[in-house]
């Protein structure tokens, strides 16, 4: 079973892919960018662009019946490591089941976003 996840809770793909595919027991959600998914526009700052990303990750799982708890594994890229402090505490009072994570610092993001997350999840 494969299922294309779709919700107007999270922003729009910006490209030739989904938001999120559920296999039957794991969700594959492709990086969640801090977009306001009614206005589209990016939230200013570390702060702001990571609580909006967990609002649109959490937004995703419920819409595809998946909660944070069920999910076993993030990867994480900032644009700059100095706002790694901010971004893991923000991070890590959502993520409380502590799922494995990586992060890394890229040069670049989609739209100059400062931080994506993606997700995988298991029921």
């Known amino acids: 079973m494969r ?9 729009a793909a910006i490209g030739p892919y989904s938001q999120a ?36 990750i959490d937004n995703l799982l419920k819409a595809a019946g998946y909660s944070k708890d069920d999910v076993v ?18 991070y890590g009072a959502y993520f409380t089941s502590k799922p494995a994570r990586s992060c890394v610092a890229v040069k670049t993001l989609p739209k100059n976003a400062l931080a994506e997350v993606e997700v995988i999840a298991v029921k």
């Open 3 to 11: 299922k294309i996840v779709h919700t107007d809770m999270a922003p």
């Open 21 to 56: 595919i559920d296999t039957g027991n794991t969700l594959y959600q492709s990086g969640m960018l801090g977009v306001d998914p009614v206005t589209g526009v990016l939230a200013e700052g570390i702060v702001e662009q990571t609580k909006q990303i967990i609002k649109n």
């Open 73 to 90: 594994k993030t990867t994480c890229f900032i644009a700059d490591m100095g706002d790694f402090a901010t971004f893991n505490e923000i």
